[in-house]
């Protein structure tokens, strides 16, 4: 059974930073394109950024140059820093799992985290 469990979430003034971690239990972590994903009030989920096996990396258009995404395979855990954080950046994140075989599993996804930037 896959669990990803996020952590790191929370209220921070706008110019300030937040890291948030994603732990994935199971065994698809290394087969896995991770990313993250936040769904503000009133809008639809959309992608935020997210990381191949190999490490090849994609971003949204606006969080390029402030977000980071990066993994540790050894601790099957994902990580998105977050700089310069902007109050339309407020949203529940979520991690996501999309395996090799996603046609087959399908996604998963975490139970999400609370992001609050204060202006």
């Known amino acids: 059974q896959v669990q990803l469990v996020e952590s790191g979430g929370g209220l921070v003034q706008a110019g300030g930073s937040l890291r948030l971690s994603c732990a994935a239990s199971?065994?698809?972590?290394?087969?896995?394109?991770m990313g993250w994903y936040r769904q503000a009030t009133g809008k639809q989920r959309e992608l935020v950024a997210t990381?191949?096996?190999?490490?090849?990396?994609n971003y949204a258009d606006s969080v390029k140059g402030r977000f980071t995404i990066s993994r540790d395979n050894a601790k099957n855990t994902v990580y998105l820093q977050m700089n310069s954080l902007k109050p339309e950046d407020t949203a529940v994140y979520y991690c996501?799992?999309?395996?090799?075989?996603?046609?087959?599993?399908?996604?998963?996804w975490g139970q999400g985290t609370q992001v609050t930037v204060s202006s």
């Open positions: 996501n799992a999309r395996p090799r075989w996603v046609a087959v599993t399908g996604d998963y």
């Open positions: 199971g065994s698809i972590f290394s087969f896995s394109t």
């Open positions: 990381i191949t096996s190999g490490g090849s990396t």
